[in-house]
């Protein structure tokens, strides 16, 4: 980090000295204390321990008028000299104000690799009564001299404060860990940088990292950590409660080294390290220390993380209150800390596709992964050079193929890769996807276990990375493609529950046809878990240019097919299933929520459809502000067709409820049925500027197993246009917890 002094205003002439211009006016019997400025001390230098260099103050006390001596009546021109002299040093001191803030504002224009910090800045001492005070901090670190703290008085820029986190964009930590405390020891094996003894093997980077270690502190530290918790806070982002030990008088030094370590700690526990290897912790932009009272003894330490991504590397912000005997004495507001390769390491591939070196990603069983969670993140709404190599850095700000992001983003890591870039005839890879019990759709879905729309998307995103990486739309550099799903079946080969399971997946490129602002390609993939399969299928991709894109005429050629209740000439009784209101309720059979409810109402026709046993209707509105369209995909917004496949279960599900199959059962819950094929076919997508989706079900069988129930059905999707989904065999099963398979 570069360290140069800020500037200051310049003033032409001699420098004025008020001080010594009242006093030279003034009798020589008046009292005329002057006050001292002793020199600011010398900062003390790091120890090769990582000690922490005091914050740099001066004792300056404030003027004041003098008091009278004894029974001595006061000259009134003296004290008409004292008033003056009064004012005068106010108006210096204003001045000097100003100078602190035109300094602030230099500081807020610079960019952020030219940081500047005063080092040899003056801190006036908190006042004997204690008033709170704010300082503009700098810190920067290395791991060979630790951290250097630098104060000013006053505030710096602040940052925008973000939206607290949601369950479909929270952050999702790297590796899982039931451990949620720390004590002394385990606090200091972090000093010794040993995170898997703390945290558990899927932390080990056997030594790829040995610079992130928990720093030490002069002025304090903490002893123990009570709680880490992933999505607690106002920002809903994580929080760490400590206990800290106070060794130093400085309270603003003792401040930052605490809510630095706290930071060191929760980014370590969310496995920011695990992104890279040659991996060190750096001091992000300034931030706010606000001291209220003294900090002595034991003090306990709240820090709720504000902000938290991989993107551009790895980093977090924090704010943290401190508080001694229950009464909160110091604030820190904005600390960033980041996680960053040490220079000139490659961090992506290289051209070809080639990986130069391990780049530090481990999977939870220590085997060595290709690209990780921060590549996968790059690829989603990074920078796809660091995601796939240089050749696709000229993507960059053009609508490219990208996967979906945040919560929908639900490939973690490429294991393997058999294949060469450019050769698109054959090609296979081996990615993982782990998924914590505490995901959204876990959390939304009326299934017992993973929802149909994850199985989708997580199958249909290893497999299309493959073709993307092996450089499908090389073939045209300039062209700028959009990726869509085209067919494709799949089939559920056993019932699992893969809440926290890591989810191995092998992806095979069967052929690829290159046409004029087209490229297609078909994929074979199979999922597993804990060593067996439970998942797989086939499925056709597009890479579309924009004339192509535009070129969509539906399923239907161009015609517009209306829904089966549409085209009957007399109308039939309908009944209307108001799935809002069973939703509102919240009693009964699960129904899907948040970001998973995608239908309010449904319309029935008992006995009818194409088969007769049953037909259903249902629309949904879209807006250019639905969900979906800012998670998939960047720079081309588009509903994902799993998503609209989600829609017909849904659909289904709510009426084998409505219908009293559920009834039949004792405790029943949804599950994907095992066995069955279904196929789809997309001719067309839903975007941000159609106004609504609508859906028709016919019921093709309900079939009965003990303590099951199974319906299958044919189903198709429109926008206002026209017919664009075509859905064949897609099912929905009822079942008692203890009901035997199928």
Known sequence: MTITPLDTLDFDGEPFDVLAWSLALEPATSPAPAPSSPPATAPEAPSPSSAVPAVRHTTAPAPSAPAPAGDVPV?????????????????????????????RRALASLGHEERVVRTDTEIAPVSPSWAEQSFAVMVDYTPATGLAVSAAPGHPVVFELPAPATTMNAFKFLARTPITTLNGTDLAALGRGDIAAVFGPAYDQEGVNPDIRLTDGTHGALTE??????????????????TCRVDGPDPVTAATELTWQAAQVFAVRAGLQLCLAGARFQAGEPFEVTVSAPMTGPVELIADVVQIDLLPRPWLRINAEIRCAGEVVARVHGLTLEV??????????????????????????????????FHMTHSARGDLGIALGPEFSGYAGRRATRMPNHGLQLCDRVMAVDGRR??????????????????????ESANASMPNVVYMETSLQSALLLGYFLGATLTSPGEDFSLRNLDGSATVLREVDLRDKTIQQTSRLIDTTVLVGVVLQTFSYELAVD?????????????????????QNGL?????????????????????IDVAARRAAGTGMPCAVGHLAMLDSIETVDGAGTFGLGYLRATRPVAADDWFFGYHFYLDPVMPGSLGVEAVIQAMQEWTVDSGLAAELVAPEFVLPVGVSMSWRYRGQILATDELMTLEVHIKSVERRPGRIRVIADASVWK??????????????LRDADAQPW
């Open 422 to 443: 450019g050769q698109l005839d054959a090609g296979s890879s081996h990615t993982e996807y782990d998924s914590p019990a505490d995901s959204w759709y876990y959390l």
């Open 556 to 576: 239907d050629n161009g015609e517009f097919v209306p829904t089966w209740l549409d085209s009957q000439q007399r109308r039939p009784a309908v009944r209307v």
């Open 531 to 551: 060593g067996e399969p439970f998942y797989a299928g086939e499925s056709l991709f597009g890479f579309f240019n924009a004339p192509a894109l535009a070129n």
């Open 225 to 242: 950590v009570l709680e880490i918790a992933g999505r607690e806070g106002p920002w809903a982002r994580g929080r760490l409660c400590a």
């Open 75 to 103: 000259d009134p021109i003296s004290a008409l000299l004292h008033e003056v002299r009064s004012e005068l040093v106010t108006a210096h001191l204003s001045a000097m104000d100003v100078q602190t803030a035109l300094q």
């Open 720 to 733: 206002p246009s026209m017919r664009i989904y075509e859905l064949i065999d897609v099912a929905v099963e």
């Open 340 to 373: 960053a390769e040490e220079p000139g390491l490659p961090i992506g591939p290289e051209a070809g596709g080639e990986i130069p070196r391990f780049l530090g990603r481990r999977n939870a069983f220590g085997q060595r992964a290709l690209l990780g969670e």
